[in-house]
Every structure is written in structure tokens, then in C-alpha cells.
């Protein structure tokens, strides 16, 4: 006999017969929710059967009667089971509430159970555990610095985490603006990108470091002297963009928009006094795109937190964050539809390629190049003189054998259609038997000649061919790959080849087109300038040109 167990929710042991015990639970709920529903339905219809009267007429059936109509005293005769089916209605409306509670009651169950759930219950069971974790996260500790081993005062981003003070002065030339945090004081304070830590006496002090803007590398001089790198200050972050000159000639380079689009930065004004990263840009257009009600104050509060949590400061202009996102998603937008047309064909000519490859067993790049070599050789009529004796010898073989096979062909075929005579016949059936003899001895030289069973021809098939069967296969095996299919990979290639050097093209012509635009607004501020100097007036930009900061 079995004996009933309660399982203890302390022991670990017994957590399957906790489930089940749920499971049970779980299913017991659902039917009496469902028995509730039921009844409400039912309690439902008998409702509608005493808003319609002719249907609570119909119900009692037809009156007793000779002539089967309503007696005129039918008030007094019907009353007492009117007044029964209304008692019995008044009785099924007053037990309609309870079931409707007891529903509800029983969804509320339900919900509780489906809350208490083993996912519910493993996460409480873990929740101190997280938060022991999450405390001894900010604990400082002794660490020791990745690169020399001395007491770290830098905690830095993954996968070099600590660091001294003076490896935190190489290591953050490479990365400027990651964050970081010092452990001066026996916790974790974020510190600005500007700042370094050095040894004083009794211990540890902050000071100020210049910060170069990584950009792309720059160009090599000229005379092929030996460069060294000045700065230029930009104000804001104390973040400099670089300056290289050369000690022979002293010729000096410093990045221009074009390098700072093709390091990641996008100008937040005209003067390049405010760089955006790409990155923050694209973010805030696709939360546009998600939350069309995502105001851009909301975004720029949101950087003036994130800005402060990293220990630095300044507030983040809204209006100038909107202008520059403005004109960055109309340059998109302008090089998308120059784009478009080309790109779109060359996504699709090569995706044609690939399908067209896959569908001729040609999967690598090697055998796409010997077949364009191939067609090309034979466009030029360069093939049979620029090959060996050996492949010289192998095509007058193909076409001595395909010539051969065609004969012999026809000449079974025009057999009994064009000759009447037997002597004519026997005649060529002698030819036929000599052309098939040659046929043969051909196909066993090219055989010897290839020593090789997969590119040698198979007899029987030809035979099986001749008799007048069908072959699933290529019967040559020169014509498995034959030219016309070569020519097909070739069309598609030099197709490719062409859309791909107009995309180039295309390019290279916008990047005019934006250099002769960027020239164009830089005489047109110097303009505006000038006009407003001698009005009186103050530049447009000014308020943005007062904001120099990389965000």
C-alpha cells in the first residue's frame, strides 16, 4: 500500500514531488474554471429566454383546450406556473453572481499558481546570491597591474582590466575615450578621459593629460623624412586633433571632415569644433524609427547621464544634436538614392552568379577563371595554337568522334525513309558498319590518350545512344561543362565586373560633388561673415562654435 509523502520545500529532494503536487493543482484550477465558465454560458441563455416573450410562450406548450386557443379565463388558469418559471428564474439570476465570483476567484487561484511558478521560485532562491555578487563586484581589493605587476590604481575596459599609473598613460594614448575608474581612495571613482593618476609622496594625485582624437593613419611625407606629431586643442573635452609635420620639408598634415568620416566622427557644425560618433547617430535614428514620440531632449538628458557616470562634464546641446542628426540623415538618404539603382543591380547580378554557379557544379573561383580563359582563347581563335600537341591531338579526336557519331546517325535514320532498293540498303549498312568500326576505334584512342576513367568516354552509353535510347547524362564529356555554358558564367562575371567599377565610379563622383558642396558653404559662411561684421551683426554659428566636444 502506498503511502501518502509531503514533500518538505526546504529539502532540495523533494522538488519533483513539489512539481507534481503544482501540476496537479494546476489541472484540478483549470477544470473548475472551465465547469464555471459553463455554467455562467448556461446562466447566460436562461437569461435570454425571459427577455423574449414569445419564446417563454412557446416553452409552456400549447394550452389545454378543445379548440387549442386561449381560453379567456387564462389569467387566473396560467398564473401558478408564470409565477413558478419566474421563482425559478429569480433563483437562476441570484445564483448567476456566485458563479461569476466563483470564476474570478478561481482565475485569481489560477494566476497565483501560474505565478509561483519553478522559474518564479528559482530566481527568489537566487536573488541573495546575485546581490552578494553585485557587492562584492565593488569591492577595491589589492588587484595588480596587467603589464608590470605593481599595485593598479586603474580599473580599465575588458580584457585589460587593471593598470598602473604609467601603464595607464601608454595604454590610454591607444584608447582615449574609454572609461575608467581610479581606486585612490579605497573605491571606485569614474575619472574623464583628461585625467591621469601619478605617484606623490604619501601616495596617489590627479592630473591633467592631453588626449589626441584617434583618427585614421596619416599619410607618409613626400621627401621620406622623419614625422613627429604636434596637437591642436579643441576645446571642450581638452581633446586635440592631431597635427603631423615633417622635420625635412615641414610639410604638416591634420585631419580633414573626410578623414574624420572615415574614422567614425560626424561634425555637429560647420567649423568641426563638435564631433558626433556615427555610432550615437545611428542609435538615435533607429529609436526615431522604433519611437517616432522620442523627443530629442529626452536623448540629449539621457548623454548628460551617461556623460556624468563616466566623470566628466558639460551639458549636451539639444538643438545642435537635432541640426547635425538632420543633416547626417539627409546625406544618407542622398547617398542611398545615388547609390541605389547600382547597388540594388549588383546585389542581384551576383546573387545570379551564385545561383548560376551552384547550378553548374562550379563552386570554386580557380575553375571560374579557367573557364573565362577558356572562352576567351576561343574567342581570340588562340586555343588550338597555344595548347600543347596532346590537347591539340584530344580536339581533332572530339571532333573526328562527334563527327562519326553524327554520321552514323543519319545514316540509320535515312536507312529505310529514302531507299527502296535491298542492294542500295545492303550497300549502306556496309558504310554504316565502317563508320561505326572507325566510331570505335576513335573513342578507344581518346580514351587511351586522357588515362583518365572519369574524363573517358563510356561505350555502352554510346551504343545505348545509338540503338535509338535515351541518356540521362552528357555523353561527351567534354560538352558536361561545353562552351556555351562557359560563355553563360562568363556574361554574368564581366556583368558583375562592370556594375561593380560603375559603383567605384559613382563614388568617386559623389565624393566630388560633396568636396566641390563643402568648398561651396565654407565661401558662403566666409560670406555671411563678412556681411554681418560690417552690419554689425554676430555669426549664425557662433553658439556652436563656443561647444567644442566629441560625443
Not at 114 to 135: N, T
Not at 268 to 277: F, G, H
Not at 369 to 376: A, E, Q, R
Not at 514 to 531: D, F, G, H, I
Amino acid at each position: 500500500m502506498a503511502t501518502k509523502h509531503n514533500p518538505d520545500p526546504n529539502n532540495p529532494t523533494s522538488k519533483e514531488g513539489k512539481r507534481m503536487a503544482l501540476e496537479l493543482k494546476h489541472e484540478h484550477m483549470l477544470s473548475e474554471a472551465k465547469k464555471a465558465a459553463e455554467e455562467r454560458k448556461r446562466a447566460c441563455s436562461v437569461g435570454d429566454t425571459l427577455q423574449s416573450p414569445k419564446r417563454g410562450c412557446v416553452g409552456r406548450g400549447k394550452p389545454r383546450g378543445r379548440r387549442g386557443g386561449r381560453r379567456q379565463g387564462s389569467a387566473t388558469v396560467t398564473s401558478p406556473p408564470t409565477e413558478g418559471f419566474q421563482s425559478s428564474s429569480v433563483e437562476v439570476l441570484r445564483t448567476e453572481p456566485s458563479a461569476q465570483h466563483k470564476f474570478e476567484k478561481n482565475m485569481e487561484r489560477l494566476s497565483d499558481i501560474l505565478s509561483s511558478s519553478e522559474a518564479s521560485e528559482r530566481w527568489k532562491e537566487a536573488r541573495p546570491h546575485h546581490l552578494q555578487c553585485l557587492l562584492e563586484k565593488e569591492a577595491v581589493g589589492h588587484p595588480l597591474c596587467g603589464l608590470c605587476h605593481e599595485p593598479a590604481v586603474i580599473r580599465e575596459c575588458l580584457p585589460e582590466e587593471w593598470f598602473c599609473g604609467d601603464c595607464d598613460v601608454l595604454h590610454h594614448k591607444k584608447q582615449p575615450l574609454h572609461n575608467r575608474d581610479s581606486l585612490m581612495n579605497g573605491f571606485f571613482k569614474p575619472i574623464s578621459p583628461t585625467t591621469c593618476v601619478v605617484r606623490v609622496e604619501g601616495g596617489y594625485d590627479t592630473h591633467d593629460q592631453a588626449c589626441i582624437l584617434p583618427t585614421v593613419k596619416a599619410p607618409n611625407s613626400s621627401c621620406k623624412g622623419t614625422n613627429f606629431t604636434g596637437t591642436r586643442q579643441t576645446r571642450r573635452y581638452d581633446l586635440h586633433l592631431p597635427l603631423y609635420v615633417c622635420q625635412t620639408c615641414q610639410q604638416q598634415w591634420t585631419p580633414d571632415l573626410k578623414v574624420l568620416l572615415k574614422s567614425g566622427y560626424w561634425p555637429a557644425s560647420v567649423s568641426i569644433s563638435t564631433l558626433y560618433t556615427l555610432d550615437l547617430l545611428s542609435s538615435f535614428e533607429e529609436l526615431k524609427v522604433i519611437s517616432p514620440g522620442f523627443s530629442r531632449q529626452a536623448f540629449a538628458k539621457l548623454l548628460e547621464h551617461r556623460t556624468k557616470c563616466g566623470g566628466r562634464s558639460g551639458p549636451v546641446n539639444g538643438d545642435a544634436l537635432q541640426r547635425s542628426f538632420l543633416e547626417f540623415s539627409y546625406a544618407s538618404y542622398e547617398e542611398d538614392q545615388l547609390c541605389r539603382g547600382t547597388s540594388k543591380r549588383l546585389l542581384e547580378e551576383t546573387a545570379s552568379l551564385e545561383e548560376l554557379k551552384t547550378e553548374l557544379h562550379c563552386v570554386s573561383d580557380d575553375m571560374v577563371s579557367t573557364w573565362i580563359s577558356d572562352v576567351k582563347e576561343w574567342a581570340s581563335g588562340t586555343s588550338e595554337t597555344s595548347g600543347t600537341s596532346e590537347d591539340i591531338l584530344q580536339t581533332a579526336l572530339q571532333q573526328s568522334i562527334e563527327g562519326l557519331y553524327l554520321s552514323v546517325r543519319q545514316r540509320k535514320q535515312s536507312l529505310y525513309r529514302q531507299n527502296d532498293s535491298s542492294k542500295l540498303r545492303h550497300r549502306l549498312r556496309r558504310k554504316l558498319a565502317d563508320d561505326k568500326k572507325r566510331l570505335n576505334q576513335e573513342i578507344l584512342k581518346y580514351n587511351q590518350l586522357v588515362h583518365d576513367s572519369a574524363r573517358g568516354i563510356d561505350v555502352a552509353a554510346v551504343e545505348h545512344s545509338l540503338s535509338g535510347g535515351s541518356i540521362m547524362s552528357a555523353l561527351w564529356p567534354w560538352e558536361v561543362h561545353g562552351m556555351g555554358i562557359q560563355e553563360k558564367i562568363l556574361d554574368q562575371v564581366m556583368l558583375t565586373r562592370r556594375l561593380q567599377e560603375e559603383k567605384g565610379i559613382l563614388l568617386l563622383e559623389m565624393a566630388q560633388h560633396c568636396t566641390w558642396l563643402q568648398n561651396m558653404a565654407v565661401a558662403l559662411k566666409n560670406k555671411v561673415a563678412e556681411e554681418g561684421k560690417s552690419s554689425g551683426l554676430s555669426s549664425p554659428d557662433t553658439s556652436e562654435d563656443e561647444e567644442g566636444n566629441i560625443i
